[in-house]
Each structure stands twice: as C-alpha cells, then as structure tokens.
C-alpha cells in the first residue's frame, strides 16, 4: 500500500487581511493547516497568538490545526495555545530545557505532541525523545520567514528518522517546513516525509485548490515510480 503523505498550508503565507478567504480558496483540497507562532526573539519576526488560533478553531471547526511554537520560552504560553483547540502542539528541542514535561503537559491536555529542529540541529537530540511525541517537524529553513530555498541535506535527517521510527516500532509521522514546491515535494516524500508544510508555493498560486491537486499529483507519481 502507497503510504499517504498530507499537504499543510502554512498560514504564514495567507493573505493576512483576509485569512479566511485564503483557506477557502483552499477548497477541500487541504488535509491540515499549519500556524507558525513566533516571538520575535527565537526567530527574527513575530506573527500570531493563541487568539488566531482560537479564531480558527471557531471558523473552521473541523480543520486539523497544526500549530508549531518557534519561541523561546513555550512552557510559559503551553496552556494558553492548549485552550486555544490545536491539534497538534509542536515546541523546538533547541530552546526547551524540560521537554519532557512540555510534551507530558501537551498530552495530557488531548492534544498531539510535537518536536521540531533546525537545519543546523542534529537529529541525535530527538532520540531520547522518541517514546514521547506524536509528530517531528523537520525544519528545511532556518525559521523566521517564508519563501526561502530547501536546505538539501536535510533529507538525510528524514531517512534517519525513518530508520528510528522502524527499529523502535513508533508512529509518529514525520513533516517537513521551508522551501516546499513543485519541483521537490514528491522526491521529499520519497525520504519519508509524511507532511509536507508548504506556504507561498500553495497561496502564492493563481488558483490555490490547483495548486494543491497538482502537487498531490507529482507526490503519487514520486511514491508509486510512475
């Protein structure tokens, strides 16, 4: 059986005026939508808080909301996006000194936990890890800002994380973020990547729906050898 691999558009992308007519012209193309919270202080720019995230969570209350903290100090905002109804909750391995904690906390509220690195970190940090997440996010930019080129050997991280993710039996799923489009998701699904989190080459498209069917199109023909 071909493994299904997701799309999540990263609002980061949307029209910041009118978010909700980004996401509809979505269709019901999308699998999840994905949120990069920032503070200006982990990464170089600053952009929504929990209130956005309960604000979709009310519009569109059957989405899955995929919400990555690229912050300094998550553990002191954790139950504030807790309340806001995430799906999945995913916090940086570079900045949080108790994460085992930090995730526990996320999963006793019922949500989904997650970890992300950057290009620059190593995967090794992630093994104590493993037992204890739902979702790694593997970051193909360094984080701040969208439209930057794919980091390419970040793609051996992901084939390590899937030999990991045999050899212990786990089920976490695997996404990547940064430099996302066209001409490289299907060979990123190929290295087992399971969610691919794109921005401006979904809403920077003319027809963004199209955009999406087509880059699910180059993903199967990726995953199947066609």
Known sequence: MTRKVLLAPSLLSADLL?????????????????????????????????????????????????VHLMVEEPSGILDAFLDAGPDILTVHVEVEHHVHRTLGRIRERGVKAGISLNPGTSEELLRPLLPFIDHIL?????PGFGGQSFIEPVLEKTRQLCRWRTAGNHSWLIAMDGGLGLENAGRIARAGCDVLVMGSAIFGALDPAERVQEIKRRVKEAMTGA
Not at 138 to 142: D, I, P, R
């Open 138 to 142: 593997v970051m193909s930019v360094n």
């Open 18 to 66: 009118h978010v909700s007519r980004s996401i509809e012209s979505l269709g019901d193309q999308y699998d999840w939508l994905h949120v990069d919270v920032m503070d200006g202080r982990f990464v170089p720019n600053i952009t929504f808080g929990p209130a956005f995230v309960a604000a979709l969570r009310k519009g569109y209350p059957g989405a899955f909301l995929d």
